[in-house]
């Protein structure tokens, strides 16, 4: 995204200037902000991004036309110092203040630092290589950045930097005047005209076709220069054809217009986030954005230039840039005060309130900046950059000072109180619960973190052996890939008097070593129905649906729920990572408040199935952080707070709903949450045990140790 506000005043396809062009850049916004809000009918609005693209290389390379026809030749300086004007104040500005926010918003420090490294490239233009190299898919990045929209920014200013330059590279050797001067672009003779859109064109060709070779590897192709490339130049070859296209009858190109604008809403609608961009699906909203800058050469009669050329769409059009950069730092620090994933009407009015932000930015600091002294002189606007990448850098490292200012406390954390009850001379009347004492150690973890305890040694010395350290060896039974069945086996006595089982995904493998316990402890029998990536719950996994496992999902859970009833148990227990994405009828990613409503339907499915069951217990949701915690305690000289995650709002709404569910049923529910995060925090050890083998999963140690709190919540002595 680089195109601005007064671009198309200074190039003209047709007989003047092009203010159907601002309502185009209003209708891409416009499906970018529906996109961010979560609007699922159009859930690719960020096809909005590729609509940019390609007016990007229309507007950049219609100013060098221009230029070249108007002066004879092009100030590659002075022309990236206008770019400069327009394009920088506002990212900085707005670096500036998500920076400052994030600092007082966020309570994660991890969070705050990987904003401030973000906005740091951002402020280079070079944020997209920074996800390109994370390997990170753009709906990939969790939790969301304040920042992660720049890598379209980035894109965009790499695009002006570069083109330039390669046009001079083309014709160069076409400059009709002597000596050759490498600071000027010369307006080049009819054949070098014809050979600078040949090699375009054949530029374009291979980003395309590198874009279609490397869609699926995700964030590689999303975020680089070089397949995105494409898009730009095909924006730029209309500019170099512009003179082909006046001939065209007038209603021809009128329905061209309204054909280009359905196929880009079309394209925002079909397609969702999985959809393979910028490969072969980019071509839609590409070749209709053509269609409508071809459709709306000189105006024809019942186009839809008409409807773009409306006031109030050109006002948003004019804006654009500022309400762009406004609104994905508004949406996430609105919903970090909240501490809740916002709703349609909420996100709504905070849009609207950017809105309302972008236009006094606009008018007091976007257009004087691009148009007032000092920068507007010459080549003085070059100095932006840097000077953009000073400022941020400052503000940056005295964050990072702030962050870090608070002691280090080597060694171990506090030891263990012997009470959740406040501190009293009076001896205690009852000793604590298991429960207490586990969730005690969790507590005064985080309070260590809190207080800048670094990771201890006795922790990071025994970090070699967590692959190890794991609930496989506990599971021979589970059910494998490509199976709808499995072995069924159990722990403890044969003859037991009582029998447990649990049921479900990993989420419930992790707990086999502590129900085995529980069993050895109890003398129970103990059954196990597990399958990876594969729910107790009807919900439909969506990476089921589209891996063609959904049936195989379906068969193993209707054969464990026909196995369960057999076994009658006195104890069924349910657990499940619920914060996987969920599928509605077809394929496609449902909001956040769609996918907890069908996750509470498909656990009330499964828990009125077991109705008969004397017992029916639904754990509840284990937190999963954004990054693996063993990567992070391995760093040396880690701050405990570096790895504690915040417990997440779709883990909270994946609780809400399975409560809800639970209650509905007339099951049971068991808060597991007090015995891995303390409040909203979630530290990746408890006192001197490590909680986690990998991302998400409990080692089996610390699932052991956990055997008499779950006993004691469950009610088995």
């Known amino acids: 995204m ?32 529906l996109s961010s809000l979560g609007v699922s009918q159009f859930s690719a609005g960020f096809v909005g991004i590729d609509v940019f693209f390609v007016l990007t290389g229309f507007f950049i390379t219609g100013l060098l036309v221009r230029e070249a026809n108007e002066r004879r030749n092009i100030d590659v300086l002075e022309f990236l110092a206008r770019r400069a004007r327009r394009l920088l104040p506002m990212a900085t500005l707005v670096l500036l203040v998500t920076l400052v926010a994030s600092f ?20 280079g233009l070079v944020a997209n290589w920074k996800y390109f190299l994370n390997g990170d898919g753009y709906f990939e990045i969790f939790p969301t950045s304040p920042v992660q929209h720049f890598w379209a920014v980035s894109v965009g200013g790499q695009f002006t930097l570069l083109w330039p330059l390669l046009l001079l590279l083309i014709l160069f050797i076409g400059a009709r005047r002597a000596p050759f001067q490498r600071k000027y672009i010369h307006r080049p003779s009819a054949r070098r005209a014809g050979l600078l859109v040949a090699v375009i064109s054949l530029v374009g060709v291979a980003s395309l076709l590198l874009a279609v070779m490397s869609a699926e590897s995700g964030g590689v192709a999303y975020f680089s220069i070089l ?11 209309l500019v170099l054809g512009v003179d082909r296209l006046g001939s065209l009858p007038g209603p021809a190109k009128a329905a061209m217009s309204w054909l280009g604008l359905a196929g880009i809403v079309a394209a925002a ?10 490969g072969t699906p980019a071509l839609l909203p590409v070749l209709a954005t053509i269609l409508v800058l071809v459709g709306g050469v000189d105006g024809p009669r019942y186009g839809a230039g008409g409807l773009l050329s409306l006031a109030p769409l050109t006002w948003l059009g004019d804006r654009s840039y500022g309400i762009y950069l406004w609104h994905l730092p508004a949406l996430v620090f609105a919903a970090e005060y909240v501490d809740q994933d916002l709703n349609l009407l909420e996100g709504t009015v905070i849009t609207l309130g950017v809105v309302a932000l972008s236009a006094v930015t606009y008018a007091l600091i976007e257009r004087p900046l691009r148009t007032g002294a000092p920068f507007n002189r010459g080549k003085v606007g070059l100095v932006l950059g840097p000077v953009s990448v000073a400022v941020v850098t400052v503000v940056v490292l005295v964050s990072q000072d702030a962050i870090t200012a608070a002691p280090t406390i080597a060694g171990d954390p506090p030891p263990i109180s012997t009470s959740t009850a406040p501190t009293s001379t009076a001896p205690p009347t009852t000793p604590p619960t298991p429960a207490q004492v586990i969730a005690d150690g969790v507590l005064q973890t985080v309070l260590a973190a809190d207080s800048g305890d670094s990771v201890s040694t006795r922790i990071t010395d025994r970090l070699g052996g967590l692959a190890a350290d794991t609930w496989t060896d506990d599971t021979p039974c589970i059910s494998a890939f490509g199976s709808t069945t499995s072995d069924v086996c159990f722990y403890g006595p044969e003859n037991a008097e009582q029998t447990m089982v649990i049921f479900g995904d990993a989420h ?17 029998k103990f059954y196990y129905f597990v399958k990876e990536s594969c729910t107790s719950s009807g919900a439909r996994l969506l990476d089921a649906v589209r891996q063609n496992r959904e049936a195989e999902c379906d068969s193993w859970r209707d054969w464990a729920i026909d196995q369960i009833i057999g076994l009658a148990p006195d104890l069924t227990i349910l657990a499940n990572n619920g914060t996987v994405a969920i599928t509605g009828e077809g394929d496609d990613r449902l909001t956040a408040d769609e996918q907890t409503a069908a996750w509470e339907a498909g656990m009330l499915e499964t828990l009125q199935t077991f109705g008969e069951l004397p017992r029916v217990v639904a754990f509840s949701q284990a937190p999963v952080g954004p990054d693996d915690p063993v990567v992070c305690l391995d760093q040396e000289n880690v701050l405990l707070s570096a790895c504690t995650f915040l417990f997440g709002r779709a883990a909270d709404a994946t609780n809400n709903a399975t409560q809800r569910a639970v209650a509905t049923s007339g099951s049971e529910y068991l808060d597991v949450t007090p015995f891995l995060c303390a409040g909203n925090k979630c530290p990746p050890i408890n006192l001197a045990d490590i909680m986690y083998s990998a991302q998400g999963q409990l080692t089996r140690s610390y699932a052991v140790k956990l055997a008499p709190a779950i006993a004691y919540g469950l009610g088995i002595s």
């Open 2 to 33: 680089n195109t601005t506000a007064d671009d198309e005043q200074a190039t003209e396809l047709g007989s003047g200037p092009r203010r159907d062009i601002q309502g185009l850049r209003a209708v891409a916004l416009v499906l970018i902000l």
């Open 104 to 123: 007082v918003l966020f309570d994660d420090d991890d969070r705050i630092g990987s904003t401030a490294t973000e906005a740091l490239w951002a402020s």
């Open 227 to 237: 397949t995105r490339l494409w898009e730009f130049v095909a924006g730029a070859l």
């Open 269 to 278: 609608v079909v397609f969702d986030q999985d959809a393979p961009f910028p």
């Open 508 to 524: 419930a493998a992790m707990w086999v070593p502590t129900l085995r316990q529980i069993a050895a402890d109890s003398g129970w």
